[in-house]
């Protein structure tokens, strides 16, 4: 089954201690990107990724880190979390075809809190 | 920004067609359209998209109006299990949310 795998769903973590949310899809997709959402701003992206050892900034980087070593996997870390990056995530992943015709499959979602 | 405008909520009785219209009018000529709905917090999902013709598929109709400035997605017999959040989202790789239209099916 195609599908777009995050890990963990649910995470409660204190202000400054580093944490990673994984991210895998067996899809051989070449673009991968993550989101936050939060109530009444909707889904922003925050890092994206075009294939293996290409990444760059979305909309809302500040405070986060992404890797794409192996074209299936791509975490987000945050070094140093803050209460202000309290919110839900989604990973998405997709073909990077030429013609602009490709559907996106997101994640389950990772709801994270920062005290 | 996003390029689209919705209304931000509808009402749809069960077994009837819900109509959810869009507006992109910034669209360009090679640009999608797509819709996407989520479901409480889940993962949006993705339901149609097209360029310029109108799109059938075993969810929904998506109606293309002929200059590309406005869209409507047809689910033809909505159920309660509809009820979600319906984005239109105008572009490529980079999905550019807005807030959708929150659609409630009622019994």
């Known amino acids: 089954e195609a599908q777009v795998t995050q890990n963990p769903r649910y995470l409660i973590t204190v202000t400054g201690k580093k944490l990673t949310v994984t991210c895998s899809q067996n899809?051989?997709?070449?673009?991968m990107s993550w989101y936050r959402q939060d109530p009444g701003l909707g889904l922003r992206q925050i890092y994206y990724s075009m294939n293996v050892e290409v990444t760059d900034k979305g909309d809302v980087p500040e405070g986060y880190k992404v890797s794409r070593k192996e074209k299936r996997n791509f975490p987000l870390i945050l070094e140093s979390p803050s209460p202000n990056q309290t919110s839900l995530y989604f990973c998405?992943?997709?073909?990077?075809?030429?013609?602009?015709?490709?559907?996106?499959?997101f994640g389950q979602g990772t709801r994270l809190t920062v005290v | 920004d996003a390029k689209t405008t919705q209304p931000p909520s509808m009402d749809c009785a069960e077994g009837r067609a819900a109509n959810l219209p869009c507006n992109h009018s910034t669209i360009s000529g090679n640009e999608y359209v797509y819709w996407y709905r989520q479901i409480h917090s889940q993962g949006p999902q993705y339901i149609i998209h097209g360029l310029k013709n109108n799109e059938t598929n075993e969810m929904a109709s998506l109606i293309i109006t002929e200059d590309r400035k406005s869209s409507t997605l047809i689910l033809p017999h909505a159920t309660l299990r509809d009820t979600a959040v319906y984005y239109c989202?105008?572009?490529?790789?980079?999905?550019?949310f807005g807030t959708g239209t929150r659609l409630l099916v009622s019994p």
């Open positions: 998405a992943s997709s073909l990077l075809g030429r013609s602009m015709n490709t559907e996106a499959f």
């Open positions: 989202i105008v572009g490529f790789q980079k999905l550019v």
């Open positions: 899809m051989n997709h070449e673009y």
